[in-house]
């Protein structure tokens, strides 16, 4: 059932959340079963419309956008027909984010906010399945801090409901708290097994530098995946571990046969592009592109094609997706999306770093993630602070700093800030390193490293340096971080 408001009202969030958390001595630490988690007995033989998509969005899998829209139309009619019905008003509300997320319409989240908050409404006390509904929209948003307060009031309820945990590490990764995110891998898989967990914890395992160990596990999830949109998403993230390893190869493999296995598979079709790109087909990779923007609108899609472009010396068709990067950025924002991180990247190398410098310190300070860490490292170095750029640098790629995972791009942004700074050993070691982990990283950066490299020459005859000393002020943004 689609509302008639488009903006949020944390207010009711939280009145809902408090009243929802007042029951937390009904249910104590007992995992309330849903409907369809009841004995297979007690099942009808033949599946409803859109069951699949039922269980999807209750166990945090991806689901098919027909199965989606099936769902969505027989729980608008259950809730017409049963107002009081929490259930299918929390159910309602994870289809609508189920579907923003897929199709990049941020027009569904305040439907969703409405579902759940009314789910809430009807029943305030032990209300898990609304909770992790809330949880799962605040990180579609990306809006970390609400995930996390929500997801965490769902885990006092439900100790044992294992759906919370992935949506607790979504919530703790985006607010760069990695300890936490691994505490909760931990339980999680204490609880359960199965494909679900596996790609959770190849996401984990990525982000620690464990590459090999992601790729298994998500070899492994797509595998056992229990329907085409869960294969497929597995998939796609298998391609992007192996574009991001620099085998393009097996990046194309996996991008082509996600979108076999689910034709509305528009990330991996971006992937495609990106590969492509690499490969050096570049009609190929523009067409890839143009069609996932234009069936998932995605700002990150936008600035990847506009910076395909302007490598290849399109600069005019650059900055018309540099615009639309702008465009989306202000209709995500009218269903309570976050994009602070997208946009600021784009007003970094294509717009005005001083104005991405405010942006991504307020979005830092409100959620320190790595990636948000890098962003503004990079972001102060254009806008000609380097010595600044340094400390968010080196959070972003030093492990004792939480910056465990492989990414060409940070280490290619720390390079280059050192490169000014007269470092020229790091910046050797960064920009080789860079250049090692993913050769293909960028159309437009690459050309920019190997430039850099070659032109700090061969390094000295002398030993070469066991550790790099921490950057005067590090420390201070790691207490931040």
Known sequence: METQEEGRRPGAGRRALIAAVA?????????????WERPAAHRPVAP???????????????AGLPELAALIETRQARVRARPADAVSWAVLGSAYVERGRRTADAADYPRAEQALETSLRVRPSGNAEALDGMAALANARHDFLSARMWGEAALKLAPKRWTTYPLLMDAYTGLGDYKATKKTLDRLLELRTGPAVQARAAGVYRDRGWREDAAAALTDAAAAARSPAERAQWLERTGQLAFERGDLQDALRHFQ????????????????????????RTTEALSAYQVALEKQPCPQYALELGELYESLGLGQAARVEYDQVRALVREDRSGG??????LGVTETDHGDPAT???RLRAEYARQPG????????????????????LRYATVATDKAHGGGVRSALYSYHRGMIERTLGQDGSARLDLTEALRINPYFSPLNVPVARSALAGLGEPPDEPVPTARATPVGTEGAEEEH
């Open 23 to 35: 029951g937390c001595a009904v249910l104590g630490g007992v995992l309330a079963l849903w409907p």
């Open 48 to 62: 409803a419309p859109g069951a699949q998509a039922l269980t999807a969005v209750t166990t945090g899998v991806p």
């Open 257 to 280: 046969e996600a979108v076999r296995v689910d034709p509305d598979q528009r990330a991996a079709q971006a992937g495609q592009g990106r590969t492509m790109a690499a490969m050096g």
């Open 337 to 342: 999306v976050d994009d602070e991180l997208v």
């Open 356 to 358: 991405a410098v405010r």
């Open 370 to 389: 790595i990636a948000v860490a890098d962003a503004l490292g990079w972001a102060l170095h254009r806008a000609g602070h380097d010595k600044e750029a």
